[in-house]
């Protein structure tokens, strides 16, 4: 892309809505748009002051293609860094490609996808890893993933970086001076300083890359699997936390032959439950490959919810009408399963903590509501950390809500640290932490500072390349590609 262009584009979604934005930006953004804007104070727009607003009708000639608001900025106080236009018009498809084709017709291009911010960062408005925070703030769809893109944004992990690579640099200056005076035995760095110094990033740069595992769940939502037998509750419970009837529920054991998922905020975080096919012995083909499936759901997620159905442990279920000679094709293995005992589910428990040991699981006992004080209390006392719902009355749920929070680490986001969200980054981190490790390797062998300021150059290296400021056209090329038009 030629970067001394005008572009245009459209900034707010296609589509039909009550008004939209189309952004012209380069050296002559204000003189492409001024001919063809009459303003209603008739006043020439390429006289008006930079962050103005003014109001009046884009012409084709004679035709009026729509009365518009135009804001005016001038570089370098704008996003891009150049004179730049924004047209606010009303938000019919018709009127946004008439003017937009109007302006290639008077000499602008296409804008790329991302072009808008891959200029403010070529010319000087952010730096790389801020320029990446814009697409993760466009993207952010609950609380901790808008804070996390904002702080970034505002240039929070930049300036952690930054700072760490200048006080590096510093002493980079000083190893690379011994060596202008290496015939007269001269240290300019003091290697304790320097040590000190290097212990500091070790520990800063563990902290970043410790905090990815976060991020990256906080980002993208964090995987949870609903598991157990057929017909415990496990798609009315999907439904109650969804508060939307997203599975189907039915009387009729293995209803739910595939996994279903779905995403909701907690407290701000983003989680996605998987509704999986209820897990037992079966010669139903299609259920099989369900219950395959639910295993592997279960090894993606990073908390499992295992649910039973407490209502069976003590008595008979009340009669609800399915008669399984009334479902032929169901009869070879979607019978309600016979009803189990305490034991047995304690063993299915220990079964899935054996399996995945590393992950959370959180014991449900489900249609609590049908047992009494007593049944209640004998329950709690036989399976320990057990937390009581009723899926279809709603009781616990809010409860059950609260407990998935305690896994999510959201501690460094309250206390508004920075958290590693980029897969780029973390990377460059571990890369970065590798070359530290030899540096200070070098320091507790005595190298020489010859050897001591290749590691130096490494780590600068990848520190540059997460703020930008070493980089190539094939690394932008990758990270604005993801970027939507008009941003």
Same mark, same amino acid.
């Given at each position: ?153 505002? @240039? ?7 700072? =760490?690579?200048?006080? &590096? +640099? /510093?002493?980079?200056?000083? %190893?690379?001076? #011994? ?48 598991? @157990? ?7 009315? =419970?999907?439904?109650? &936390? +969804? /508060?939307?009837?997203?599975? %189907?529920?039915? #009387? ?236």
């Amino acid at each position: 892309m030629k970067l001394n262009d005008n572009i245009v584009a459209l900034a707010t979604p296609s589509g039909a809505g009550a008004i939209a934005v189309i952004r012209v930006s380069g050296p002559e953004a204000v003189k492409l748009v001024a001919p063809v804007f009459e303003a209603k104070s008739k006043k020439d727009l390429q006289e008006q002051l930079s962050h103005t607003l003014h109001l009046g009708n884009i012409v084709d000639g004679e035709r009026i293609i729509d009365e518009v608001l135009v804001s005016v900025f001038h570089g370098p106080k704008s996003y891009t860094g150049e004179n730049t236009i924004e047209i606010s018009c009303h938000g019919s498809p018709y009127i946004q490609q008439e003017i937009i084709q109007l302006m290639i017709r008077r000499g602008c291009r296409a804008a790329e996808a991302g072009e808008f911010t891959l200029r403010a960062f070529l010319n000087g408005k952010m730096d790389l890893s801020q320029a990446e925070a814009v697409a993760d703030l466009i993207s952010s769809e609950n609380q901790a993933s808008h804070q996390m893109a904002m702080q970034q944004m505002r @240039g929070g992990f930049s300036n952690e970086i930054q700072k =760490l690579r200048q006080e &590096l +640099l /510093n002493f980079a200056s000083l %190893i690379e001076l #011994e060596l202008d005076f290496a015939e007269e035995d001269v240290e300019f760095a003091n290697r304790d300083e320097f040590k000190n110094l290097v212990s500091k990033i070790q520990q800063v740069l563990k902290r970043l890359i410790d905090s990815f595992a976060v991020g990256n769940v906080l980002k993208n939502g964090i995987p949870v699997a609903i598991v @157990g037998e057929p017909n415990v509750g496990k798609s009315t =419970l999907l439904n109650a &936390l +969804l /508060n939307e009837e997203r599975a %189907i529920v039915s #009387e009729i054991a293995g209803t739910t032959r595939d996994t279903i998922e779905d995403e909701i905020s907690i407290g701000g975080v983003g989680f996605r439950f998987i509704d999986t096919a209820g897990i037992r012995e079966t010669k139903d083909v299609v259920e099989s490959i369900g219950i395959k499936r639910t295993f592997e759901k279960i090894s993606q997620a990073q908390v499992v919810l295992y649910l039973f159905d407490a209502s069976r442990l003590y008595g008979p279920k009340p009669d609800t009408g399915y008669k399984p000679e009334r479902h032929p094709e169901l009869v070879s293995g979607s019978q309600q399963p016979p009803a189990p005992t305490v034991e047995q589910i304690k063993i299915e428990i220990e079964k899935i903590r054996n399996q995945f040991p590393q992950k959370p699981l959180v014991i449900l006992a489900n249609k609590i509501d049908e047992l009494n004080g007593k049944q209640r209390e004998n329950l709690r006392s036989q399976i320990s950390d057990l937390t009581t719902i009723s899926a279809k009355s709603g009781e616990g749920v809010e409860e059950l809500q609260q407990k998935l929070l305690q896994f999510v680490n959201t501690g460094e986001l309250r206390n508004n640290n920075t958290i590693v969200t980029n897969s780029r980054h973390y990377n460059a981190l571990l890369s970065a932490l590798e070359e530290i490790n030899k540096v200070q390797d070098g320091l507790n062998n005595d190298l020489s500072g010859d050897l001591l300021a290749i590691d130096i150059r490494e780590a600068l290296h990848y520190f540059g390349e997460i703020t930008g400021e070493i980089t190539n056209d094939d690394l932008l090329g990758n990270i604005f590609a993801n970027f939507c038009i008009g941003k």
